[in-house]
């Protein structure tokens, strides 16, 4: 089997160590150089290109954003940014996925085993992300380490301060699911940048760090038509607005009367992620049955698929981003599989659609 070839840049000795100790854990990938800062780095891309980059953003002699600039003009490379959980990194960070970076993780910290055991999966999980989006990439055996327990979206709906029976009041009001990971930065920002603000309510899940969220919902509410924001327990789902949930927090659709609202808890991984597709998807399943639309669109591996496949038997419409434009298309395909999806389309094509199939109108034709 062929390995993943990765280089880790940061000017910490001590990260450097952590994140080669991390990725060679993984039989599907070796660490094949190390360097303290892009100048160094350059010189050994040059001699060894590597398949995939896992980058610092803020390091001596040049900076991570200027020399993700460079390398994508130069050896467009996918780039994976490895960064501190600082509101200030977090800004950064989204103006690297404006410039080509493919995901972004959190710095491991050696607090507690289960933070890096987590952080072992998201790091690893990444990088095997990014080397099958490259273009003309050959596909590879992407074998997962196993790490912790497994855990299902029932045991994390089990925490729900919502699990008891609960009666539907009779609604109109729709609601839209979508549920992303790799790539999926760029396709919610189409989505939701296409939608009207009379749009019914959209609940987000995009596999992403805590405060990584918050600056990219802030940087979608400043470009969008309706209101974007990092969703907060207890808020109350309402046309024109979008919530997307906090990074390391699970994001639940709950029903107060005749409104939605949403739920963040805490929560094992589920399907290695926190928050989980299957989470959200399940819950809309569980609150809003027919009067909700799923959405799964780019991403490595298969969370959603099930839940997806919920929401379906429940009466929701379900639409699969097609293979096309998505950058991975793993989490559209095991729902395809799964056969949970009425309708496969490209993404530029999913927004009207899905209007006009919640509506009645087309956008821009009301």
Same mark, same amino acid.
């Given at each position: 089997?062929?390995?993943?070839?990765?280089?880790?840049?940061?000017?910490?000795?001590?990260?450097?160590?952590?994140?080669?100790?991390?990725?060679?854990?993984?039989?599907?990938?070796?660490?094949?150089?190390?360097?303290?800062?892009?100048?160094?780095?350059?010189?050994?891309?040059?001699?060894?290109?590597?398949?995939?980059?896992?980058?610092?953003?803020? =390091? @001596?002699?040049?900076?991570?954003?200027? #020399?993700?600039?460079? %390398?994508? $003009?130069?050896?467009? +490379?996918? *780039?994976?940014?490895?960064?501190?959980?600082?509101?200030?990194?977090?800004?950064?960070?989204?103006?690297?996925?404006?410039?080509?970076?493919?995901?972004?993780?959190?710095?491991?910290?050696?607090?507690?085993?289960?933070?890096?055991?987590?952080?072992?999966?998201?790091?690893?999980?990444?990088?095997?992300?990014?080397?099958?989006?490259?273009?003309?990439?050959?596909?590879?055996?992407?074998?997962?380490?196993?790490?912790?327990?497994?855990?299902?979206?029932?045991?994390?709906?089990?925490?729900?301060?919502?699990?008891?029976?609960?009666?539907?009041?009779?609604?109109?009001?729709?609601?839209?699911?979508?549920?992303?990971?790799?790539?999926?930065?760029?396709?919610?920002?189409?989505?939701?940048?296409?939608?009207?603000?009379?749009?019914?309510?959209?609940?987000?899940?995009?596999? =992403? @760090?805590?405060?990584?969220?918050?600056? #990219?919902?802030?940087? %979608?509410? $400043?470009?969008?038509? +309706?209101? *974007?924001?990092?969703?907060?327990?207890?808020?109350?789902?309402?046309?024109?607005?979008?919530?997307?949930?906090?990074?390391?927090?699970?994001?639940?659709?709950?029903?107060?009367?005749?409104?939605?609202?949403?739920?963040?808890?805490?929560?094992?991984?589920?399907?290695?992620?926190?928050?989980?597709?299957?989470?959200?998807?399940?819950?809309?399943?569980?609150?809003?049955?027919?009067?909700?639309?799923?959405?799964?669109?780019?991403?490595?591996?298969?969370?959603?698929?099930?839940?997806?496949?919920?929401?379906?038997?429940?009466?929701?419409?379900?639409?699969?981003?097609?293979?096309?434009?998505?950058?991975?298309?793993?989490?559209?395909?095991?729902?395809?599989?799964?056969?949970?999806?009425?309708?496969?389309?490209?993404?530029?094509?999913?927004?009207?659609?899905?209007?006009?199939?919640?509506?009645?109108?087309?956008?821009?034709?009301?």
């Amino acid at each position: 089997m062929k390995k993943i070839k990765v280089m880790i840049i940061d000017d910490s000795a001590l990260v450097r160590q952590t994140l080669a100790g991390i990725l060679n854990t993984d039989p599907a990938i070796q660490v094949i150089a190390t360097a303290a800062d892009p100048i160094f780095a350059a010189r050994k891309i040059v001699k060894e290109p590597p398949d995939v980059i896992t980058l610092d953003l803020e =390091m @001596p002699r040049m900076n991570g954003l200027t #020399f993700l600039k460079k %390398l994508m $003009s130069q050896f467009p +490379i996918p *780039v994976i940014i490895i960064s501190s959980l600082t509101a200030k990194s977090a800004e950064l960070t989204i103006k690297a996925l404006e410039y080509g970076a493919m995901d972004i993780v959190s710095k491991p910290e050696l607090a507690t085993q289960e933070f890096f055991e987590e952080s072992q999966i998201r790091i690893c999980d990444a990088v095997k992300a990014a080397a099958v989006a490259k273009i003309n990439r050959k596909k590879i055996n992407l074998e997962k380490p196993v790490l912790s327990p497994k855990y299902s979206a029932d045991h994390v709906l089990s925490l729900s301060k919502s699990n008891s029976s609960t009666t539907i009041k009779e609604t109109t009001d729709k609601v839209i699911a979508v549920g992303a990971s790799t790539g999926g930065t760029d396709a919610i920002q189409l989505f939701l940048e296409t939608m009207p603000p009379d749009c019914p309510g959209i609940v987000i899940v995009q596999h =992403m @760090p805590e405060f990584f969220t918050k600056s #990219f919902a802030d940087r %979608l509410n $400043s470009i969008c038509r +309706i209101t *974007v924001k990092e969703g907060k327990d207890g808020e109350i789902i309402t046309p024109g607005k979008a919530v997307i949930a906090p990074g390391n927090k699970h994001l639940l659709l709950r029903r107060t009367g005749a409104k939605y609202c949403v739920e963040v808890n805490d929560g094992p991984l589920v399907n290695r992620h926190r928050p989980s597709v299957d989470v959200l998807f399940r819950s809309a399943a569980k609150f809003a049955g027919q009067n909700a639309a799923g959405i799964i669109m780019t991403g490595m591996g298969d969370d959603g698929a099930k839940g997806l496949f919920e929401m379906n038997q429940t009466g929701a419409y379900t639409i699969a981003q097609d293979e096309k434009s998505c950058i991975v298309f793993g989490m559209p395909k095991a729902a395809i599989n799964l056969k949970a999806v009425d309708i496969v389309l490209p993404l530029e094509k999913i927004p009207d659609h899905v209007y006009q199939k919640l509506t009645g109108k087309r956008i821009g034709y009301q």
